[in-house]
């Protein structure tokens, strides 16, 4: 299965653009704004983004590509970032990512051909009481086990 | 305010409060290692190098963006601060490829250099090179980031000296790089490949790409750049008589600092062309019988030329014979070529190169203002309340100017770009505003109304200076701004907002060829200074008008007499005071017949009343409109003299060609836009048996009959200096200004004593549409060439670049005509035509095309008739109605 990612909506970024056009400070939020909308930066998009908040377009390429947050390239509809931090790794991350590997038949930082995951590891996601764990979106799972994890992609693959 | 007092390594300094510790410690000869720092660029603090010691508290800090302090007391180099930088260079090699042995950077490396200052040969750290694929895909630069250690030089360069912004940090950690955007290569991005960025590069990451094995240079000396007006300082490397390497001389005196633009750093590879005339030729009878052009000795090429001159006077008189110097020799060479002219064949048939760019419409504001428009430096234009760039895309034609518009526009002072197209420089622009062609007169007449009516103009000042404003205010009270608004194709609001701009401010006017090649250039420039009068933008700093030279010495050669109507120190011929002055000083007649410029001489060639014509550095077969007509006018001559540096058609044509020098091989001096005189020695010497040009001409002023020979170029620079009050501070080596003495030049408190007159409002009708030729084609240059691309044609990385000139036409025009980009098309004029590949552009407007000059040995030329482009009627070289066809 080879499928396209999702049409952007340029008229919706175009809003965006203009919303925060020649504000001061306004590169980081529209580009949040944009990652969110689309889930990811179109890289067409870098030049219009530069003319609007008068910069240099690799100026805005350069902050894009500085912070983790923003992506050039489009992500799956769940991306799933699964906690490689100490307190996770010690009650068995490791394995909890192959798995996740597995399942997915995806590599770390890979999409799946229909734009349904994105796999990804993050250094560490702060709730280390639920370790090991991982987000789907903005949703925390904790206390993974084998079972737990083939449980929850069950559920997100039906959706 | 108060001095900040501390002490560095046990020294007492004071220094100036916002100095950092770098440069207190430099300026005092202490020397602290850096490789980020740059004297031109904004602190960075990136490599840490420079890290020195705070006695009191203990504390490391980089000495390059900490401020000094009242009683500071500083150490640098402590064994403590020796070994944390020690290991920062230890780790800067770690991560560095070991290829110093066949890196081209060589001994100009940094790294490597205070490395070995360290001793650090062994790093004793695990390496971990960061390898990252070469990039050379274009043939100016190559990139090897592996060598990269995150300076940020060339990133601040790019952003802050010539604001191009083709290049940022991508990423972060261990995978930070330099990238263009889309992590494309240079040649597909907005890269202008001025080279700053290898210049200033600490290592092999950046260097320049030359087109076979060159090795190092043995010296590198100081030269002044031959290309366009700006003048920029030349650090010229060479090996075996060979200029092999071309950076910015970093002078504090200089135009351009620490910035070149393509032309001058990379273009420089045609002083070893295989073109390059090494000795005199005359055609002979080879075999066969036919005529073959003939190395001949230097005695028998000028004795020839000396006894077919004096042959072709006394047969038909000295107006028979014309000459045509250059707008890039130097000044001495340009004067000996019209006393020549002038005192030996007794003609003022003479001109030079600069008519091609329409230099000769600057004499306007000289009668005007007695030369009051100079000199001003470039830098002045920081000072500037607003800026109008007229007519000029100085990206292409002069990048170190548009370096200092760009820098200044993004520190706040408000610039009005006025052109048909939208130039590169419109996004650094308050204001664009998209006249069509030729109308520009009419827009600076409605400005000149409008803030008239507002009141918002300096009458102090037309008091003083100007006399005629009531008649002037008068004209303006009439001018209709509803027809200039349809003419200009502008809104009553952008007039509007652009009077809101201009009220009660000095300008800066900046002009270019837009204006000077157009049609009604004469008028135009009129109306610019009726502005400058007007809003008392004379005299000032940082106001008044600039004339961007597209030529090296274009304001030179005219300061020195090289055109028909002015006398060295550009005194009007047709002023008998100025005839007598010059007539004692040389000591002979002054014929008062006016002579015949460029465009005249031609003409005169085709219907035989030339009979001989003398060319040093110029091709009219390539910088004039209708190159088959100057061709055969050229053909028609019955004794043709061609003294150049490169082979070209025009040397076919001659009867006696003399090898010249380019300005690296000889010694000399160049008079920039702003009035600079910038003297240089050679670098090299000339190729073969070339000659430096002013050598050549003053063996051929002997043999013609003058008194001595000078024998020496300061000779001749001595002489300028004694007789042309306006080169007095002309000195063989650093810079010396053009001087203006004229009473109305000076605007002092007590006013002039001779007051400069308003120019008549001219007005212009419409144009009528042309419905054969429903496109306006402007005719332009872009940056890889130099007028019309002689020299810059002979360079091997601009022929490899193979930029092909393609024409702009709107993305609205190329649907209708269903053209897509790299499509052949033939544009046709009622003069001529060319075939060229197509690009979309949205940076012109629908109904104009832009074709690029020259390229395909300046084709472009064909559209255009060979007009008088002197004649105040001309119809201008500019823009022309033009059709459009796919082929």
């Known amino acids: ?159 | 305010m108060d001095k900040i007092v501390l002490t560095i390594d046990n020294k007492r300094i004071s220094c100036p409060p916002g100095t950092s510790i770098l440069q207190a410690a430099t300026q005092n000869d202490i020397k602290i290692p850096h490789l980020c720092y740059h004297p031109d660029l904004k602190p960075f603090g990136a490599c840490r190098l420079c890290l020195v010691e705070d006695e009191q508290s203990g504390r490391l800090m980089a000495s390059c963006v900490t401020p000094v302090a009242p009683d500071m007391t500083i150490q640098t180099d402590t064994p403590r601060i020796i070994s944390h930088r020690r290991n920062i260079v230890r780790l800067m090699i770690a991560e560095h490829p070991e290829s110093c042995i066949v890196c081209s950077k060589g001994n100009r490396c940094q790294l490597r250099w205070v490395a070995a200052q360290m001793g650090i040969g062994e790093t004793n750290l695990y390496a971990m090179p960061n390898y990252k694929p070469l990039e050379q895909a274009n043939p100016f630069i190559i990139r090897d980031l592996s060598k990269c250690i995150l300076c940020g030089k060339c990133i601040r360069a790019d952003h802050e000296l010539v604001a191009v912004g083709a290049i940022d940090y991508n990423s972060r950690g261990f995978a930070s790089r330099p990238a263009t955007v889309h992590e494309q290569g240079l040649e597909q991005s907005n890269c202008t490949f001025c080279g700053t960025c290898v210049s200033l590069c600490p290592t092999g990451a950046l260097s320049a790409k030359n087109s076979r094995y060159v090795g190092s240079p043995a010296e590198e000396s100081f030269s002044i750049c031959g290309f366009c007006g700006v003048g920029c300082s030349l650090a010229m490397g060479q090996s075996a008589n060979k200029v092999i390497d071309v950076n910015p001389a970093h002078l504090t005196e200089s135009v351009n600092k620490a910035t070149l633009c393509v032309r001058g750093h990379f273009a420089h590879d045609f002083l070893n062309s295989r073109r390059r005339i090494i000795a005199p030729m005359m055609p002979k009878k080879g075999e066969g019988e036919t005529l073959q052009m003939t190395p001949v000795a230097w005695d028998e090429a000028l004795d020839q030329v000396a006894e077919r001159l004096r042959h072709i006077r006394d047969e038909s008189g000295p107006q028979s014979i014309a000459f045509v110097g250059s707008s890039k020799c130097s000044n001495e060479e340009n004067y000996l070529f019209q006393k020549i002219a002038r005192v030996l064949i007794g003609t003022n048939n003479v001109d030079n190169g600069g008519y091609v760019s329409g230099q000769f419409l600057s004499t306007i504001l000289d009668q005007k203002t007695g030369g009051g428009c100079r000199p001003s430096p470039v830098s002045d234009l920081e000072k500037a309340d607003v800026i109008v760039v007229l007519g000029a895309d100085p990206n292409h034609s002069l990048p170190v100017v548009s370096y200092y518009l760009k820098r200044i526009a993004k520190n706040g002072v408000p610039l009005i770009v006025v052109d048909p197209r939208k130039t590169e420089l419109v996004s650094f622009a308050s204001l664009w505003l998209p006249v069509k062609p030729q109308t520009d007169l009419e827009l600076i007449n409605a400005l000149a109304a409008l803030l008239h009516e507002t009141n918002a103009y300096d009458s102090e000042f037309i008091d003083h200076y100007a006399e005629g404003f009531s008649l002037f205010t008068y004209a303006l009270s009439s001018l209709d701004v509803d027809k200039v608004c349809r003419m200009t194709g502008l809104e009553m609001k952008d007039l509007n907002a652009t009077t809101a701009l201009l009220e009660e401010k000095r300008l800066a006017f900046v002009i270019g060829h837009g204006i000077l090649q157009q049609r009604y250039g004469t008028h135009t420039l009129g109306a610019i200074l009726n502005l400058s009068l007007m809003t008392g933008s004379l005299g000032a700093e940082g106001a008044g008008i600039y004339i961007l030279a597209r030529e090296n010495n274009q304001s030179g050669a005219m300061d020195m007499g090289t055109v028909p109507n002015l006398l060295p120190g550009r005194m009007p011929l047709a002023e008998d005071s100025a005839r007598k002055t010059w007539e004692k000083n040389w000591g002979v007649k002054i014929s008062p017949d006016p002579g015949l410029n460029l465009g005249r001489v031609i003409k005169a060639a085709e219907s035989g009343q030339i009979k001989a014509l003398y060319i040093m550095g110029e091709n009219p077969l390539r910088s004039l409109p209708q190159p088959q007509r100057v061709k055969a006018a050229l053909a028609n001559l019955d004794f043709f003299v061609v003294q150049d540096i490169l082979d070209s058609e025009i040397v076919k044509l001659a009867d006696v060609v003399l090898p010249g020098a380019a300005a690296s091989e000889k010694s000399g001096s160049f008079t920039n836009l702003e009035g600079r005189i910038q003297g240089f020695s050679p670098v090299v010497s000339p190729p073969g048996k070339a000659k430096p040009d002013w050598e050549i001409l003053d063996l051929l002023a002997k043999r013609l009959g003058a008194a001595e020979a000078y024998g020496t170029v300061e000779k001749i620079r001595e002489e300028i200096r004694h007789l042309v009050p306006a080169y007095a501070d002309m000195n063989g080596r650093g810079p010396g200004w053009v001087k203006t003495s004229s009473p109305m030049a000076v605007f002092g408190a007590a006013g002039a004593r001779e007051k400069i007159s308003f120019s008549p409002v001219v007005s212009t009708a419409d144009e009528p549409a042309d419905s054969d030729y429903p496109f306006t084609a402007i005719l332009g240059s872009l940056r890889y060439h130099l007028g019309s691309g002689t020299r810059t044609s002979a360079s091997d990385r601009i022929r490899e670049f193979d930029y092909g000139g393609e024409v702009d036409i709107s993305v609205a025009d190329a649907d209708k005509l269903k053209l897509k980009d790299g499509d052949a098309v033939r544009i046709e004029t009622r003069w001529g035509e060319i075939k060229r590949k197509i690009g979309r552009s949205n940076r012109i407007e629908p109904g104009q095309l832009f074709v690029p000059l020259a390229v395909n040995a300046n084709d472009a030329m064909n559209l255009i008739d060979l007009n008088d482009l002197a004649d105040p009627n001309t119809t201008g070289w500019k823009t022309c109605a033009a059709k459009i066809t796919k082929v």
Not at chain 1, 26 to 34: A, Y
Not at chain 1, 129 to 158: C, H, W
């Open chain 1, 1 to 159: 299965m080879n499928m396209k990612p999702p049409e952007i909506d340029w008229d919706r970024i175009h809003e965006i653009i203009e919303k925060h056009k020649g504000v001061k400070w306004g590169l980081i939020p529209l580009l949040q704004e944009v990652q969110e909308h689309t889930g990811y930066i179109p890289p067409e998009s870098i030049e219009l983004i530069a003319e609007a908040m008068n910069l240099y377009p690799s100026e805005v390429q350069g902050v894009i590509t500085f912070y983790a947050g923003f992506a050039l390239k489009p992500k799956g509809k769940y991306v799933l970032r699964v906690c490689r931090g100490t307190a996770c790794h010690v009650k068995g991350g490791r394995s909890v990512l192959r798995l996740m590997q597995k399942e997915l038949n995806l590599k770390e930082g890979e999409t799946s051909s229909d734009y349904q995951f994105t796999l990804e590891t993050v250094a560490c996601l702060g709730a280390c009481f639920l370790a090991p764990t991982m987000m789907i979106n903005r949703d925390y799972f904790g206390k993974l086990s084998p079972t737990k994890v083939s449980s929850v992609l069950g559920e997100y693959q039906k959706k």
